[in-house]
């Protein structure tokens, strides 16, 4: 669903969603490397990304328990 005049429409792909998550490239990289398309105001790109989490790729899966 589209809002019928949105502030702003971005354009990527997963994989560069995913790029980014995992800092591999960074969002004004992006843009200007045209992997991300922004019509309307860009600042509002900048606001919704801020709410993506991003983590450590290599966190742990399983941890041990510690003895006591």
């Known amino acids: 669903m589209r809002h019928a005049k949105p502030d702003a429409t971005v354009t990527m792909s997963k994989a560069t969603l995913d790029?980014?998550?995992l800092r591999q490239i960074t969002l004004s990289?992006?843009?200007r490397t045209g992997e991300i398309k922004v019509e309307g105001d860009g600042r509002n790109l900048?606001?919704?990304?801020g709410f993506i989490t991003t983590f450590d790729p290599s966190f742990n899966i399983v941890t041990?328990?510690?003895?006591h």
Do not use: G, N, Q, W
């Not at 900048?46 to 990304?49: D, G, N, S």
């Not at 041990?64 to 003895?67: L, T, Y």
């Open 19 to 21: 790029r980014i998550s």
């Open 64 to 67: 041990p328990i510690a003895k």
């Open 46 to 49: 900048t606001e919704l990304m």
């Open 29 to 31: 990289d992006a843009v």
